[in-house]
């Protein structure tokens, strides 16, 4: 391991943390550009799908979401959540009963889950619905059990 540091010019040593994955880094650019993963998905049924698994003991933190319907359909919503399979959290309810829509949204402090809480879309009808969801990787260390991330959000 280097004992060595960078500092300026005043001898004031640079801006260096614990990102969101537990290593120590040079703060350079946000977590959300420097550890972005995205992910994308067509639903086209009445379901619960998985976008998103959680690694064991993480948390994932939203970065930018895009949802597309390409037509109507009646009573139908699109549901985005958090779920545990104990816990779960909607973020919205659309309704995609009036027109196709799109919908998109960069989430400027992110919006960071739970220890193993998955990110889920579900669907109350047969639709033709697209996404895509940039996110970040949160860390054991960095991650809150639902109690807590409840209590603090």
């Given amino acids: ?6 500092a300026d010019s005043d001898g004031i040593p ?7 994955d537990g ?3 040079l703060i350079t650019d946000g977590a959300r550009v420097l550890d972005a993963h995205w992910q994308s998905e067509e639903i086209t049924t009445a379901t619960t ?8 003991n993480e948390s ?3 970065t930018d979401l895009i949802i597309t319907l390409s037509k ?3 009573s139908a919503t699109i549901i985005p959540c958090f779920d545990d399979l104990t816990n779960t959290v909607n973020l919205f309810t659309f309704d995609a009963s009036t027109s196709p829509f799109q919908f998109s949204h960069a ?3 992110g919006l960071r889950g739970w220890k193993d809480g998955d990110f889920k879309v579900v669907t109350s ?6 996404l895509l969801v940039g996110y970040v990787h949160v860390a054991p260390q960095q991650t809150k059990p639902y109690g807590v991330w409840n209590a603090d959000r």
């Avoid at 640079?14 to 969101?20: A, F, R, S």
């Avoid at 799908?49 to 064991?56: A, M, S």
């Avoid at 009808?125 to 697209?130: R, Y």
């Fill in 1 to 6: 391991m280097l004992k060595y540091y960078l």
């Fill in 14 to 20: 640079l801006n260096v943390q614990t990102g969101v």
């Fill in 23 to 25: 290593s120590r880094c």
């Fill in 49 to 56: 799908t998985t976008i998103i698994e959680t690694r064991p």
């Fill in 60 to 62: 994932i933190l939203l």
């Fill in 72 to 74: 109507k359909i009646a």
């Fill in 107 to 109: 989430f400027q402090g």
């Fill in 125 to 130: 009808h047969n639709t033709t619905v697209s």
